[in-house]
């Protein structure tokens, strides 16, 4: 054993946490409005971001080395 018995108990302070300021950038904040304003939450609007310029690098490269995927 580590040195505690079985009978020992180990108390444990619970000390509050501190809140931390979210620093939110004034564009940010605008942007999320604009969005909110077209019937999106933000996330949704990022992940559709996200997905559409992947899809533009992936026709990029495809147009690109079309002769590789094709041999």
């Known amino acids: 054993m ?3 018995s ?3 108990t180990v108390e444990q302070v619970n000390k509050p946490k501190r809140q931390r300021k ?3 950038d004034p564009f940010i ?3 999320d409005k604009i969005i ?3 019937g999106l939450t933000p996330r949704e ?3 559709t971001a996200i ?3 992947r899809q533009k690098l992936y ?3 495809v147009k690109e080395n079309i002769g590789l995927l094709l041999d």
């Open 45 to 47: 609007f990022d992940q």
């Open 59 to 61: 026709d990029e490269f």
């Open 29 to 31: 904040e605008m942007t």
């Open 51 to 53: 997905r559409k310029e």
């Open 2 to 4: 580590r040195g505690n």
């Open 36 to 38: 909110q304003k077209k």
């Open 6 to 8: 079985m009978d020992e």
């Open 22 to 24: 979210k620093k939110v």
